[in-house]
Every structure is written in structure tokens, then in C-alpha cells.
């Protein structure tokens, strides 16, 4: 009896996200009408307006990642071999990204580093991508840090730095060398959550006027009618690789095989 | 002066003073154990001397040059911990390797020291392996030679067989003695375990509340501990009380005898003392050479093997004692009148 119950919330879980997804290829495939094609997904991948905004997006994904990691593994570190007392008050901070609407983000910046301030960041193109760079960090700040901190947390992080301090390895070559390899799968599955948000992110992109591809899909989807259907699938499809990648990092890196 | 040289080191923790005024000077190729129990301050000491912990006052110098202002990793002090700590990201030989290209040794010279010291521990097929892939003993090993890899000037061991099973422990700390001797390497190690420490020191340091209570050979600090507390902590003591008769001559009374301690004692006429005994000391039933003779009851029989562990109780006071098996006189029973008996020169007389 159980069992059917379980099987009966897995149903209509499945339904739940299946039905839509299928209607919306289904709908993506009959751009022709009266025959299935891939006719949407052509003409999509051939705008050359996908094809920048979607490379932009990735460059940005790519510098965010880089970025995260750089601000997030050491603080994170630092923070468990340290300052274990601080860890409730950086938790917290790195949660506020999903409770501030980011057009509040966004706005505080707009206000902060406009043309006329001390540090006019929005004054050139390169200085707004890098201020859309930062906001992007923030938004995934709580999907990256607690990525890293669970990653940290299967490890000793006190004894594996004091062993290499003992053989004479500094700060730098710490966090290079043991710490960073020793959470990489969690610094990935980081570095995908935060590639599909920058992907798909619109409200910073748009308010602060930059080429990105959640502005782009939003004018799609406001002016076409299957396009829109093609260009989800294919976010879709993209969220999907991130995670199979996810998977398949974790699977190959050798140290840990046996702890699965 | 010592090749390693610690003097009057202090540490507290908030109000809490764990290290006090502790001194100690060991020389080049020495083996010194720290035993205490937990608590005592000794694993904060050799994390003094490691540099994770800096000290509120005192010196440490090694070869003349004092280290405290220096970093863990400027110190050239090699550690060995309890939980192995090797990193699970590298394999066996990229582990021992790993102080080696910190330092910069070339990749033909590393691979050589590498080979060379799992050779030294035993495990020269193991070069390949992760971690995970190891038993504890051979983990612990590993870190052995990942520690010795860069030729340190002092080998620190922090508990490291405390979390190996009990037969591993004993042949590891002999490959740790012969290793230590064979490279010639100051060491100290840190544990709890009294029968590790005796077994593998050159000199031991018992530890109790942060002070150092005595440091000697293992011979010297089991056979004539200056403190109740390290005859307490170190072996098993059977303990009666007594009165000083006549100090000049060393007399003493204790269980309605009275015999000669063979030395004399700085107390006065009718102070009270405590006796304290070994239990390979007392002896049941009479025997030459053992001159003092008290009458007992036994009240606990334990059949070890080749050794009878057996409790009396005399003179109001219980005792411990061993008689080796002999197949041909069967252990006495429980509540059997007997005599214990021993020498008054294997008495140690407790100060406080």
C-alpha cells in the first residue's frame, strides 16, 4: 500500500514537470505549420543576435566563476580554520542575495556607481560589465558558498593546513594546492549553479543595459511566437549539460571514489 | 646547550594557563616522550614548538637560533599527527613528495628521496596508491616519510598510534624507534599511553596541570618517581601507609611492621607517609631477600597466562600483585589466608 503511494507521488511529481516540458518542445517543433521541425531552432541559432548575447553571457559566466572562486574559497577557509565563531554572520550575509529582489541590487549599484559618483563605474562599457560581474556574484554567492563550505566541511581543513605548514607550504600554495583540489567538485557544482544563473538572469542585464542573454530571450518571447519555445529548450538543455557535468567531474576525480 | 632548547614557556588559553613555566633541553638524536593525561599540556607544547601555537612567554631554540617569532612553515620542524592528515588529492609518492617541491628539490632528486623513504617505511610498491586505498597503519607510515621526506631538524609526533588497533600499535612504534635512531632525528612524542612511552624514550617528561613533574629515562622515572602523581600515572602502584620511626636510621612502620628503608628520610619522628609498591615487587608468600612478611587474604584471582594477576589485601590496604604461571601450582583461591612479602629497597616513599 505504501509502495503504491509512492509510486503515485512519483507520477504526478513527474507529471508535474514532464507535462509542461513536453508541451513546450512539442510547441518549439511545429513552426511549419502542419509538419514537426526544427525550423524554430534554425532560425534562433542563426540570429546573430543569439549568438552574441549568448557568447556574452557565457564570457560573463566565466569571469563570475572565476571571480567566485577567488572571493569564496579563501573566505570560506579562512572562515572554518579561524573564525569558526563568524561562520552564522557569513551565512547569513551570503543568504541575502535570495531575500533582496536583485532589481533592489541592481538600483543600489545604478545609485552607488552612476556617472556622477566617486567611482563612476557605469560611466564606460567595460566598467558596467564589471559592475553586471560583481552582480552576478552576489546572486550566486548563496549557491557558491554553501557549495564550497559543504565541500570544506568533508574535510579536516585544520590538520591538512597545519600538515602542509609542517613541510613548508605557505598560504598560497595551501589553498592551490590541498584545499582547492580537495573541494573542486563542490567548487564545480558551484561554478555550474552560477553558469545557469548568469545565463538565464535578466533584471541586472537589462537595467544596467548590457547585450546579455536573458534580455535577449525576454525580447523574444515578447515578439515571436515558437522561438521563445526553441530558446527555452535549449536553456534547458544547457542547465542540463551543467549538471551532467556535475556529475561526471565528481565521478572521475580519483581520491574520493571509494567515499561514494 | 641543548640542540633543542625550550625555557620557561607559558601559554593560556583565556583564563585558563595550560603550559607553566616548562623547560626542557634535549639533545641531537634524542627521543623524548611527553606523557600526561589529557589536559596536561603536552600536545600544546609540541604545538608551541611546531609554531601553531605561539607562547605568552619563553624561548625555544633549535641549534642555537630561537624559532619563536618564525612561521610553522620557516621552521623545518617535521609533524606527525594523530588523524595522518595526508592529503587525499595526492598519491602516496606525490604526498611524500609534496615538502620536496615546496622547497623547490628538483623532480629527478625528489623522485629519488620519495623512493628512498618508502623504502625506509617499508612501502616501496605504494607509490601509486591514494590514501584511501591504505590501511591506518600504512596512512600513518606514509606521513611518517612525508615528514622525514624534507629532512627535518625535529620529528614531532603527536599521538600517532592512538588511533590504531592495538597490535599495529606495538609493531609500529618499534619501526618508529628503529627509523628514528637509523636517521639519527630529534624527536619528541606526544601520548598518553604510559607503556609507549616507556617502551620507545630515551628520556620521558610527565606532564601534569601544565608542569613538567619529572623527566628521566623510562628506568629511572618507573623505579623512582619524585611525585605521587607520576607513580600514580606511570604502571600500576600498591600504596600503605606509615609512620616515620626513626628517620636518621630510615625506619618506618607500616601494617604492624616495622623495617629499615636502607636510606634515610628528611621527616620527622611519628610524620605520617605513604609506602608505594610495584606490583612485580610484592611477593606472595615468603621468599629470601624479602624481609618484610605481612599476612593477607586474597580477594581477587586473574588468570592472564603467563602472568596471575592476584589482589590481598593487607595491612588494611588492598594490593596488587604478579606471580608468574607455573603449571605446576595452581593460582590460590578467593579469601585463601597467605603472606605477602617484599623488600624494604623496592619501597618508594611518595612526597607530594
Known sequence: MT????????????????????????????????????????????????????????????VTIVFGVLLVVPTAFWVRLKL????????????????????????GYIRLYNTSSWLPLTGTAMGTNVLLMFGYATLALPYMYRAVDTGLRTIDVATLTEAAQSLGAGWSAILARIILPNVLGAVLSGAFLTFAIVIGEFTMAALL???AFGPYMQLL?????????????IAFAITWACMGLIQLVTRFSKHNRVAR | MAFLDISHLEKSFGLLRVVKDFSLGID????????????????????????????????????????????????????????????PNLTVAQNVAFGLSIA??????????????????????????????????????????????????????????????????????TEIREIQQRLGITTI?????????????????????????????????????????????????NTLAGVVVDPAAGMVEAGGRQFALGRALDMPRGAALTLALRPEAVH?????????????????????????????????????????????????????????SFSAADVIVLGD
Open chain 2, 104 to 173: 623547490g628539490v628538483g623532480r629527478a632528486e625528489a623522485a629519488e628521496r620519495v623512493a628512498e623513504m618508502l623504502a625506509l617505511i617499508g612501502l616501496p610498491d605504494k607509490g601509486p596508491s591514494y590514501p584511501f586505498q591504505l590501511s591506518g597503519g600504512q596512512q600513518q607510515r606514509v606521513a611518517l616519510a612525508r615528514a622525514l621526506a624534507v629532512r627535518p631538524k625535529v620529528l614531532l609526533l603527536d599521538e600517532p598510534l592512538s588511533a590504531l588497533d592495538a597490535k599495529i600499535r606495538v609493531s609500529l612504534r
Open chain 1, 3 to 62: 509502495r503504491l503511494w509512492s509510486y503515485g507521488a512519483l507520477a504526478i511529481g513527474i507529471l508535474y514537470f514532464l507535462l509542461p516540458l513536453y508541451g513546450m518542445s512539442e510547441f518549439s517543433l511545429r513552426m511549419i505549420r502542419g509538419e514537426y521541425s526544427l525550423q524554430a531552432y534554425y532560425v534562433v541559432l542563426g540570429d546573430a543576435r543569439f549568438q552574441a548575447t549568448f557568447g556574452y553571457s557565457v564570457l560573463m559566466a566565466l
Open chain 1, 209 to 211: 543595459d548590457r547585450p
Open chain 2, 28 to 87: 641531537k638524536g634524542e627521543f623524548i616522550s611527553l606523557l600526561g593525561p589529557s589536559g596536561c599540556g603536552k600536545t600544546t607544547v609540541l604545538r608551541m614548538v611546531a609554531g601553531f601555537e605561539s607562547p605568552d612567554q619563553g624561548a625555544i631554540t633549535v641549534d642555537g637560533a630561537n624559532i619563536v617569532g618564525l612561521k610553522p612553515n620557516q621552521r623545518k620542524i617535521g609533524m606527525v599527527f594523530q588523524a595522518y592528515a595526508l592529503f
Open chain 2, 284 to 340: 606472595l608468600g615468603r621468599a629470601p631477600g624479602r624481609e618484610v612478611v605481612l599476612p593477607a587474604t586474597i580477594t581477587d584471582v586473574h588468570f592472564l597466562g603467563s602472568v596471575i594477576r592476584l589482589r590481598a589485601e593487607a595491612a588494611g590496604e588492598v594490593l596488587s600483585l604478579d606471580t608468574f604461571n607455573r603449571a605446576d601450582t595452581p593460582p590460590p583461591a578467593v579469601g585463601a589466608a597467605a603472606e605477602v
Open chain 1, 221 to 233: 518571447g515578447a515578439n515571436r511566437a515558437y522561438e521563445p519555445a526553441a530558446l527555452a529548450v
Open chain 2, 189 to 237: 612524542f606526544v601520548t598518553h599511553d604510559q607503556e609507549e612511552a616507556l617502551s620507545i624514550s630515551d628520556r620521558i617528561v610527565v606532564m601534569n596541570g601544565g608542569i613538567a613533574e619529572q623527566v628521566g629515562a623510562p628506568f629511572e622515572i618507573y623505579n623512582r618517581p619524585n611525585t605521587r602523581f607520576v607513580a600514580n600515572f606511570v604502571g600500576t602502584l
Open chain 1, 84 to 107: 569558526p565563531g563568524l561562520r552564522p554572520y557569513i551565512e547569513f550575509i551570503t543568504l541575502l542575495p535570495l531575500v533582496i529582489p536583485s532589481i533592489v541590487i541592481v538600483f
